[in-house]
C-alpha cells in the first residue's frame, strides 16, 4: 500500500484533524544550508560544516529553553552570505532576528547561547513575518510531493521571505510549514491556501482552516485554541492569552484563556485514540491509529 499511497494521502483522505499536532518548541535556529540534505534532519551531509562547528551549535542549543534547528534555503541563493534566524516564539512576544554570515566560522565568534537565550541586537529584528515550507523528500516522499507547489506559491507573493526547511515534523499533514515569528504549524496546505496564510499573517492573525498548532502549546492547549478560535469566530494572535492549563486525569485537561476585554473561557480537553487508521509515513507498511486532540468550552 505505501508503495501506491502517499502518508499525506492517507491523511487527507480521513480529514485527519490537524489541531493539536503541532511540536512544542520555544527556541528556533534556522540556518541556511545550500548542499544536499541528508534524510534525517538535521544531520550534516558533508564538510561544508565541520563536525566541530555542529558540536559549537549543539551545545549552544543545549543552553536554550526548549530549542528547534532546521536547515532553510532558498531556489535563487546559491552564492553570498549565508542567513540565520534566531526565533522565540512566545505566546506574547514573539519575535524574529536575522544573522548574516560570511561563512559557518563566523558562529564561533558569535555569542550563539547567548543569542538562543534572548540577548540578541534589536538591530537585527525581523519585522515581517517569514514562512518556511517542509519539502524534505529525502525524509518523505509526500513533503516533496506537496511542499514544492505550496513553497512557490508562497514565494511569488511574499518574496526573500519564503524559504525551504527541513522535516519539521508531521510529513503526513503534507504541505507542511511554519509561520514565523509566531512558530504557527500550518498542515494540508495546497497552493491555493497561499495567498490566505500571506494576508493572514501579515496583519497579525493566523489561517484557522489549517492550523496544526502554535509551537508555543502544548498540543492539548493547541487544540483548545482553535476550538476557542471557531467558537469565537477570532483569528488575530492577540486575541487570546492562556491562563492556565492543568491535568484533569489521563489525557485530560482544563485549559483557560482571556481575551483582550478580559473575559474568561474555560474548555476541557481530551486526547483519544482515532477511529480511523492513517499511515504515518509514506514507506510504513501498516496503518494505525493516531491520537486526536478534542477540546470542548464548558464556561465563558
Not at 484563556?257 to 485514540?273: C, K, N, V
Request: aromatic letters at 8%; charged letters at 20%; hydrophobic letters at 35%.
Amino acid at each position: 500500500m505505501s508503495d501506491m499511497l502517499l502518508c499525506a494521502d492517507s491523511s487527507r483522505a480521513n480529514n485527519e484533524q490537524l489541531a493539536g499536532t503541532g511540536s512544542q518548541y520555544g527556541v528556533w535556529f534556522l540556518l541556511e544550508y545550500r548542499p544536499n540534505w541528508h534524510p534525517k534532519a538535521v544531520k550534516i551531509g558533508n564538510n561544508t560544516i565541520t563536525e566541530g562547528m555542529a558540536q559549537t551549535i549543539n551545545a549552544a542549543l543545549e543552553t536554550a529553553n526548549n530549542p528547534r534547528m532546521l536547515f532553510i534555503r532558498q531556489m535563487e541563493r546559491k552564492t553570498g552570505p549565508l542567513r540565520a534566524y534566531v526565533v522565540f516564539s512566545d505566546e506574547l512576544l514573539p519575535r524574529a532576528y536575522a544573522l548574516d554570515l560570511n561563512r559557518y566560522e563566523d558562529l564561533l565568534s558569535m555569542p550563539l547561547a547567548d543569542m538562543l537565550s534572548g540577548r540578541v541586537d534589536e538591530d537585527k529584528r525581523v519585522e515581517d513575518p517569514f514562512y518556511t515550507v517542509c519539502v524534505h523528500k529525502e525524509r518523505d516522499r509526500a513533503c516533496g510531493t506537496y511542499g514544492w507547489a505550496v513553497y512557490n506559491a508562497l514565494r511569488s507573493l511574499a518574496p526573500g521571505r519564503v524559504w525551504q526547511s527541513t522535516h519539521i515534523g508531521g510529513h503526513r499533514f503534507a504541505g507542511t510549514g511554519l509561520a514565523f515569528p509566531h512558530g504557527t504549524f500550518y498542515g494540508h496546505l495546497d497552493a491555493e491556501d497561499a495567498s490566505a496564510i500571506v494576508q493572514a499573517e501579515g496583519q497579525g492573525q493566523m489561517h484557522l482552516p489549517k492550523v496544526r498548532g502554535r509551537s508555543c502549546y502544548a498540543p492539548h492547549v493547541q487544540a483548545a485554541d482553535v476550538a476557542l478560535r471557531e467558537h469565537l469566530g477570532v483569528t488575530a494572535y492577540a486575541a487570546l492569552r492562556m491562563k492556565s492549563a492543568s491535568s484533569t486525569g489521563e489525557n485530560t485537561w482544563r485549559v483557560v484563556f482571556s481575551t483582550r476585554t478580559g473575559d474568561t473561557h474555560t474548555l476541557d480537553a481530551t486526547q483519544t485514540e482515532s477511529e480511523y487508521e492513517v499511515i504515518k509515513s509514506t514507506d510504513d507498511e501498516k496503518p494505525v491509529n493516531v491520537p486526536v486532540f478534542n477540546a470542548m468550552v464548558v464556561t465563558e
